[in-house]
């Protein structure tokens, strides 16, 4: 079956960086757009990154754009987030989720996600 496990997270001070990982199962991982989302505490779910099955294109949010890096090897059925220059603003607990179909932007609908890690900026 489908899983997603996420690994990566912690606690992280302002202007810190962090790498998240999503070790991906059940199925043939390159044939999939994959994304990044957010939760943060009392929120509702926020697109972050998607990338597509090649990795050869990416799309960000305007929160992530310039600081995030979305990544995947093929290879390794895995997908990554860099995150650089980590603000307060950035707490929450990011999961990766499956594509369905092909699109890419904030409109993009899940059909598997990981239970997530949680990421927490605070000095």
């Known amino acids: 079956q489908v899983q997603l496990v996420e690994s990566g997270g912690g606690l992280v001070r302002p202007g810190g960086s962090l790498r998240l990982s999503c070790a991906a199962s059940?199925?043939?991982?390159?044939?999939?757009?994959m994304s990044w989302v957010r939760q943060a505490p009392g929120k509702g779910p926020e697109w972050v990154s998607t990338?597509?099955?090649?990795?050869?294109?990416?799309r960000y949010s305007d929160s992530a754009k310039g600081r995030f890096t979305i990544s995947r090897d093929n290879a390794k059925n895995t997908l990554y987030l860099q995150m650089n220059s980590l603000k307060p603003e950035d707490t929450a607990l990011y999961y990766c989720a499956r594509v369905r179909g092909r699109v890419s932007g904030s409109e993009a609908q899940f059909d598997y996600r990981g239970k997530g890690t949680q990421v927490t900026v605070s000095s």
């Open positions: 059940g199925f043939t991982f390159s044939n999939y757009y």
């Open positions: 990338i597509i099955g090649s990795g050869g294109s990416t």
